[in-house]
């Protein structure tokens, strides 16, 4: 099992909704990912999570809290969105986190009305 | 300017074309990863080079450190592997240290 699944594929929500998104492996990677796309530009790094302990926040609003229950899922909690938070979130896993291939999932496209 | 610079920005071809991607970094790497991104789609880890050259069926991708320059090439091209293409960094020996090119639109008409 070489896949990185994500769910939901897509997200509608209101700034005022509470929703999660969620990310799971099987492949015993030790490290994972949260990167934001935006329409044609290159995916954007929020978070790193290395052996279920948060490693790097590149400076993301606190709306964003992501959480690693355990070593195969990772989830990104949302609350109080803008608009502009509009986009493609995707996962991504790697044997650790300083090599390895990375394998990323198909992503969650997230609209905020 | 760009740590990774990707040429052509588009590239339109026939199906059954050789086609060739570059990508021009300017910092010293670990390892450069290609990336593949099908529109409105996840993106698929094609590969991941430190030297040398890979292949998985007819994907090839090739790497020269002492240049900073790597290719990714497509024998017999078929309108499935239109997509954007993305070349990708690690400079800090981290994985997450990713700098991205701004990638490769490739349309392959039947």
């Known amino acids: 099992d070489t896949e990185v699944t994500q769910t939901p594929k897509h997200l509608v929500m209101g700034m005022t909704n509470k929703k999660s998104l969620k990310c799971e492996q099987h492949?015993?990677?030790?490290?994972m990912y949260w990167y934001k796309q935006k329409a044609k530009k290159p995916p954007e790094l929020m978070f790193v999570y290395s052996y279920e302990k948060l490693s790097i926040n590149e400076s993301v609003p606190s709306r964003f809290s992501p959480e690693c229950p355990n070593s195969s899922l990772l989830n990104l909690h949302l609350h109080a969105l803008q608009p502009e938070d509009s986009a493609l979130y995707l996962c991504a896993s790697s044997q650790l986190a300083n090599t390895g291939e990375l394998f990323f999932g198909e992503g969650s496209r997230l609209t905020v009305l | 300017k760009n740590e990774v610079e990707q040429s052509p920005q588009n590239l339109t071809a026939q199906e059954g074309e050789f086609i060739t991607i570059n990508c021009s970094y300017s910092?010293?790497?670990?390892?450069l990863h290609w990336l593949q991104q099908h529109p409105g789609g996840g993106i698929v880890s094609l590969f991941m080079l430190s030297s040398g050259k890979k292949k998985h069926g007819r994907l090839i991708a090739t790497i020269n450190i002492q240049e900073k320059h790597s290719s990714l090439h497509i024998t017999a091209s078929h309108p499935r592997d239109s997509a954007v293409y993305i070349c990708a960094v690690n400079s800090g020996g981290s994985n997450y240290k990713l700098t991205f090119g701004k990638g490769t639109l490739l349309t392959v008409n039947p």
């Open positions: 492949m015993g990677h030790r490290a």
């Open positions: 910092v010293g790497i670990s390892a």
